[in-house]
């Protein structure tokens, strides 16, 4: 139905940077109308997913007080698309990062509905 494919993990030194981009994408039965908040999530080995950024359609940012000054959350509504620009990444930023999206459809399913995309792994070594 709406696929959520992450992009641009990786393992990085400390202090280094990485670009994680996350494209939406409907189906022959699904028509993505619109895309209204969409956001990145982390998990790291034992601990709860937790919220790092979202940004919604219009613009407006949050992040999470751990990333504040080091990460940037963009999107491009043409592409669909949002990314999460990385810098100065510490040892503490190893997860996996997950996009999220809540998304208006139609076609077999009609309304709005959230997705997940299937996650990727940033490693960052000390």
């Known amino acids: 139905q709406v696929q959520l494919a992450e992009s641009g993990g990786g393992l990085v030194q400390a202090g280094g940077s990485l670009r994680l981009s996350c494209a939406a994408s409907?189906?022959?039965?699904?028509?993505?109308?619109?895309?209204?908040?969409m956001s990145w999530y982390r998990q790291a080995p034992g601990k709860q997913r937790e919220l790092v950024a979202a940004i919604t359609s219009g613009g407006s940012t949050n992040y999470a007080d751990s990333v504040k000054g080091r990460f940037t959350i963009s999107r491009d509504n043409a592409k669909n698309t949002v990314y999460l620009q990385m810098k100065s990444l510490k040892p503490e930023d190893t997860a996996v990062y997950y996009c999220?999206?809540?998304?208006?459809?139609?076609?077999?399913?009609?309304?709005?509905?959230?997705?997940w995309g299937q996650g990727t792994q940033v490693t960052v070594s000390s």
């Open positions: 999220n999206a809540d998304l208006s459809v139609r076609g077999s399913t009609t309304g709005l509905v959230n997705a």
């Open positions: 409907g189906s022959i039965r699904t028509t993505i109308s619109s895309i209204n908040t």
